[in-house]
């Protein structure tokens, strides 16, 4: 039995004592095949019992949730928590290949894609070995806070984390989730839409140009999958980050402006597809998303201006943070650090940075790294890397995780050579 006809069953349950009380002033929604919840609640009116409006608020809220949801709902679920304090793992990937085929055909992208990206099989083998290998995935916002020391200087602090017997915690972070246009010839889906479901759903086009809606092309989708499936791999349903440049817009939707094309015409469209990528945001906030600035331009912020860093930034915070909301998050493009450096120095443009909100500062490196910087109230971290380079060729730093000699996409990819020794 789907959503749906349990709610209308549901609704004729629960609303049918109350009409024949004479409560149920709007009958009207009982009859109707498909009513949502708000409708249902609704019907209720003000007039309903208390305890009868607590129990439709209950089934509501339980009907509204994912599997994972509901999962972490139950504490007999999971059991008891227990403290962690070490090491938190922090991966990150690019969009994956859908259609390997148009990435690996011999054109000008496809050493870059081979390198930085994965497909989809490969990235079906890393989840699964995550999770098979213990890691559960949290929330990036909750592992460092801010607070205030003795002298009232404020500093960020490192959480202990409350986890399930024998999990070990892991972030993932998924950078450029902006559909660019070069990705949409290239087997990649070209954004994401909400289902008659009201899940996400990826849209694109497969190599014979027939469109395909699909949950099993997306790295987005196929991770809410993934955790609907296996709950105790999402701490309390934590997902990804999602980092998001704007110079293409976001999420597949061109919500960016162009210097230019001023032209109505532009602007019309552009207003149209931030009212359509509106209702996606708030679908993945909803299931356990979260958003963190890679720049608007794709910026090496290791040797730009100050000047430059402060337009880049401004221009995010008009066009992206104004859709997704404010993020304590950076992710270095390029995994170009601020300044230059930002290990043993804190620099003008990343004084800048912190003093716009910025809090915690994600490069990448060959291990989990963090460190809880001194002089200013922030966490500079890296992030290790699954690609075609890893995959190829750092198979023994990447073994806590998963064997690159099982995830390798052996039929697809180029022939570059790997090391697997
Ligand atoms: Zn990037």
């Known amino acids: 039995m789907n959503?749906?006809?349990i709610c209308a069953l549901l609704a004729v349950c629960l609303l049918l004592p109350l009409a024949l009380a004479g409560c149920g002033k709007k009958k009207k929604s009982v009859k109707e095949d498909t009513p949502d919840p708000v409708i249902i609640k609704e019907a209720a009116g003000p007039k309903a019992p208390v305890e009868v409006q607590e129990a439709l608020d209950e089934k509501i809220k339980e009907l509204s949730m994912t599997p994972v949801q509901k999962y972490w709902d139950d504490p007999?679920?999971?059991?008891?928590?227990?403290?962690?304090?070490?090491?938190?793992?922090?991966?990150?990937?690019?969009?994956?290949?859908?259609?390997?085929?148009?990435?690996?055909?011999?054109?000008?992208?496809?050493?870059?894609?081979?390198?930085?990206?994965?497909?989809?099989?490969?990235?079906?083998?890393?989840?699964?070995?995550?999770?098979?290998?213990?890691?559960?995935?949290?929330?990036?916002?909750?592992?460092?806070?801010?607070?205030?020391?003795?002298?009232?200087?404020?500093?960020?602090?490192?959480?202990?984390?409350?986890?399930?017997?024998?999990?070990?915690?892991?972030?993932?972070?998924?950078?450029?989730?902006?559909?660019?246009a070069y990705m949409l010839e290239n087997g990649f889906t070209y954004k994401l839409i909400i289902g008659d479901d009201g899940n996400l759903w990826s849209w694109g086009l497969d190599p014979q140009g027939n469109e395909v809606v699909?949950?099993?092309?997306?790295?987005?989708?196929?991770?809410?999958?993934?955790?609907?499936?296996?709950?105790?791999?999402?701490l309390f349903g934590a997902k990804g980050c999602l980092c998001l440049t704007g110079y293409e817009?976001?999420?597949?939707?061109?919500?960016?402006?162009?210097?230019?094309?001023?032209?109505a015409e532009f602007e019309a469209n552009r207003q149209k597809e931030i009212e359509?990528?509106?209702?996606?945001?708030?679908?993945?906030?909803?299931?356990g998303w979260y958003f963190g600035c890679h720049s608007w331009s794709h910026l090496n912020l290791a040797n730009a201006s100050y000047e430059?860093?402060?337009?880049?930034?401004?221009?995010?915070?008009?066009?992206v943070a104004s859709l997704v909301g404010a993020t304590k998050l950076y992710f270095y493009p390029f995994g170009g650090r601020l300044d230059g450096n930002d290990v043993t120095q804190t620099g003008p443009c990343f004084k800048y940075m912190q003093e716009q909100g910025f809090r915690v500062f994600a490069s990448v490196g060959i291990e989990s790294y963090s460190k809880i910087k001194g002089d200013i109230c922030a966490v500079i971290c890296d992030r290790l890397h699954p690609d075609?380079?890893?995959?190829?060729?750092?198979?023994?730093?990447?073994?806590?995780?998963?064997?690159?000699?099982?995830?390798?996409?052996?039929?697809?990819?180029?022939?570059f050579g790997y090391d697997f020794s």
């Open 276 to 287: 359509a990528v509106k209702p996606i945001v708030e679908r993945l906030k909803e299931t």
């Open 76 to 180: 007999a679920n999971y059991g008891e928590l227990v403290p962690y304090d070490g090491i938190v793992e922090h991966i990150f990937f690019h969009p994956v290949i859908a259609y390997p085929e148009l990435a690996f055909d011999g054109d000008y992208k496809e050493a870059g894609i081979d390198d930085w990206m994965v497909t989809v099989s490969e990235y079906n083998k890393i989840l699964q070995s995550l999770y098979d290998n213990g890691y559960i995935m949290v929330d990036m916002n909750d592992v460092w806070t801010e607070t205030t020391d003795d002298s009232g200087k404020a500093v960020m602090v490192r959480n202990t984390l409350m986890l399930p017997e024998g999990k070990k915690p892991i972030i993932i972070s998924y950078d450029d989730v902006n559909y660019y």
């Open 249 to 263: 817009g976001i999420l597949g939707y061109r919500t960016h402006t162009d210097k230019e094309n001023t032209s």
């Open 214 to 234: 699909s949950q099993d092309l997306d790295a987005i989708t196929i991770m809410d999958k993934f955790v609907n499936e296996h709950p105790d791999f999402s």
């Open 3 to 5: 959503k749906r006809m």
């Open 388 to 415: 075609g380079t890893t995959l190829r060729w750092s198979r023994s730093r990447y073994l806590q995780f998963y064997d690159a000699a099982d995830v390798f996409d052996y039929d697809v990819r180029p022939d």
């Open 308 to 319: 430059r860093v402060v337009a880049d930034n401004e221009r995010w915070q008009n066009e």
